[in-house]
C-alpha cells in the first residue's frame, strides 16, 4: 500500500513536506494494523480544511514585508478543531497539515471533545524587533477570522509563540466579535482567563508519562539520568520537573548549541542564565562544557528528551542513541526509518501524541472554564492532568499488550480508531 495520500501527486499542495508524508506512513501502517476502510483512511489523510494567507506587515524600518501563514484543520468530527501556532522560518502547508493530523490522534487518546488543526507562520521570531511579532499575529487573526471561533478552531502556543501572542489574537478577534471572547484561544495569560498550569502543562505531562515508563522498569528516578533537547517552553519546564523527581540532567541544546555536564547541570541557575541572555540561549552557560550538536542525542543517558524540532531522529542516528526510555515532548521528532530501527532495540518509547498531549488536556480545561466562566485553581487543573495522563498512559500499554504492538503503533491505534468511530457513527465521513 502506498504511503501517498489520495489523489494527483503532482497538485496535491501538502506532499512536498517529508513531515506530511511521515504523517502518512504512520497513518498507512496503523491503518493496516487495524484493517481501517480505505476509503475512511483516504479521507483521514486528507484534512478537512485549509488556509493559506498572504500577511502584510509593516516592519520598524518603515518597509511592508509580505509573510505567508496556514491554518490546516484536519477534522471536526468531535468537536471544534484544536491545535497551536508556530511561527518557524521554514514552517509550510505541508508540515502543519502533518501537526493538524497528530492533533486529531493526539485529541483521540486524551478522548478530548476537539479535531485536530494547527497553524503556522514562516517567519524567524528571533529577527522581529520592536512591534513586528505584534502586528503579524493580529494580521493573520484577521486573515483566518472566517475559519476561527470558539465552537469552530481554537488556537494555543506551539513553538515561537506564547501567552502574549494568545493574547493578541484573544483581543484581534474580540474587537471583531463585539464582545470579549476568551475561549477563542487558550494558552493565555491567566489574567485575561488563562488556565493556571497551562504553561507547564506539556513539560509537566512528559515527566508522568516518564515516571510511569520508570515505574514500568524497575528505575528509581534518583539513579536517572536525561538529555534533553529544546530549552523552550516543554523542553525547559521537563528539566524542571525531571529534577524535582531527582533524575540528573547531564545534557541540553538548543539551536544555537549543545551543552553537558556528566554531574548534573545546575537546571534553576540555566534558566537565569537564559533568561539574562539577549538571545535566550544556554549557549556559553558556565556550568558545563560545550558539545557539538550531533552528540548531544547520542550521549548515554536513562531518558532522552528530544523537546523542539520533528525528524531529528533519523536512519542516521538511530542505532547510535543511548538511552532506556525515549520521551518524545515535540511532535514527531522520530521519522519512520527510525522508528523500525529503534523498535528492534530495548528503547522504550514513549510517542509524541501521548508524550506531550498534557498541554491540549489543560487547553481543554482552559476552553471548558472560559465557556463555564468558572476557574479551577492549580491544585484542581494538576490533579485532573495527572489522572488524564495516567490513563491514557495505560490505555496505550493495554493496546500493546493486547495487539502486540509497539507504544507508537498502539497509541496511533487508539487516536485514529476514536475519529474512524465517530466519522463512521455520524454517518458519512464528515
Ligand atoms: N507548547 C506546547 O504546549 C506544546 C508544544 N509541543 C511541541 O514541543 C516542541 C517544542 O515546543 P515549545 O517548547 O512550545 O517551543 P519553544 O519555541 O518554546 O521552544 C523551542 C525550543 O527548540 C529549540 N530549537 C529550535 N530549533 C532548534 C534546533 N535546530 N536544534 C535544537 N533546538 C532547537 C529552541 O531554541 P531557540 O530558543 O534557541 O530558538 C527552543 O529552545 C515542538 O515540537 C512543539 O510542537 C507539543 C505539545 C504542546
Ligand atoms: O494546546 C493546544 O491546543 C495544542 C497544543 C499543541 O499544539 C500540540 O499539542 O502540539
Redesign the pocket.
Known sequence: MSAMPPGNPASNPFVTSPTYLMACQQLRNVARAISLDPGLTDRLMTPKRSQVVAIPVRMEDGRTETFVGYRVQHSLTSGPSKG?L?YAKNVDLGEVAA?AMWMSWKCGIMNLPFGGAKGGIAVDP?ELKGGEKERLTRRFTDEIQNIIGPRVDVM?????T?EQTMAWIYDTYSMKVGYACPEIVT?KPVELGGCVGRKE??GRGVVYCITEAFNELDIRPETATAVV???????SVTCEELVKLGVKVVAV????GSIRNARGIDIPQLLNYAARNP???IVGFPGAEAIP?AELLTTPCTVLVP????RVITAENAGQLRCRVLAE???GPTDPEADAIISNSDIFVIPDILC?AG??TVSYFEWVQDLAQFMWDEEEVNSQLKKQMLRAFHRVRAEAKARNFGNRLAALSLGVQKVATEKQKRGLYP
Not at 533537547?229 to 523542553?235: A, C, D, L
Not at 523537546?307 to 520533528?310: F, G, R
Request: charged share 25%; no cysteine; proline share 3%.
Open positions: 497551536g508556530r501537526l528571533a494555543a502556543p506551539d513553538m515561537g506564547d494558552g502543562a506539556t533537547q529544546g530549552f523552550g517552553n516543554v523542553g541544546g538548543d539551536r544555537y538571545r535566550k540561549t550538536d523537546a523542539a524540532l520533528e515532548a515535540a511532535n506531550n498541554g491540549v
